[in-house]
Structures are given as C-alpha cells and as structure tokens.
Nanobody
C-alpha cells in the first residue's frame, strides 16, 4: 500500500523558516515525479512546488519562487520542502503527492496524497 507521510510543520513567526519532509513507503519512488501543494481555509488546493524523478528539474509557484526549495533523496524515498522568509499568507495545510501523467501544476494528475502537515505563520 502506497503511503506518504508529511512532517515538519508547525508555528513560526513571519520571516522564519521550516523544512517539510515527505516520506514515501509501500514501494520505491525513485522514478516518480513528486509535488507539494497547499490548502488554506476556505481556499482551493494550490500548487507549490514539484520535482522530477532525478531531481534535476524543479518547478515553483510564482508566490514561493526564491523563498522555497524542493529537493529529494531517492535513497531515503523522501522529498523535502525548505521554506524560508515565510509570510502569513503561507499559512496552510501542506501536502505531498506522487505525480501521474500530465502537468506538474495540476493537482488532478497526482495519484497519491499524504494526510498533510499544518504550517502556521504568525505576523
């Protein structure tokens, strides 16, 4: 059974940093493209960042470009999201997901999802 487990969320002041981790289990994910999405209360889930299976290509939403960095360690079946210069508008539940066929930016093409980790940024 495929499982994704996010961790690393929490409460941080504006300008602070957090590092999210997404540990995958059930099979190897070294050939999978992976993504991070987030959902704030009352809003739709939105794309944050994605990475291809080699780690050689990364993709970011304009709102996080230059502040967030996605990376992966295939030997550990883990994907990371380093978040710096956090803003109150980054407050959301953050989800990692395994991408299927299609655009990196569309949540509908992701096949497996974790339960999410809460990130709260205070002003």
């Amino acid at each position: 059974q495929v499982q994704l487990a996010e961790s690393g969320g929490g409460l941080v002041q504006a300008g602070g940093s957090l590092r999210l981790s997404c540990a995958a289990s059930g099979r190897t994910f070294s050939r999978d493209n992976m993504g991070w999405f987030r959902q704030a209360p009352g809003k739709e889930r939105e794309f944050v960042a994605a990475i291809n299976w080699t780690g050689g290509s990364t993709y970011y939403a304009d709102s996080v470009k230059g502040r967030f960095t996605i990376s992966r360690t295939n030997a550990k079946n883990t994907v990371y999201l380093q978040m710096n210069s956090l803003k109150p508008e980054d407050t959301a539940v953050y989800y990692c997901a395994v991408k299927g066929s299609g655009s990196y930016y569309e949540s509908s093409v992701y096949d497996y999802w974790g339960q999410g980790t809460q990130v709260t940024v205070s002003s």
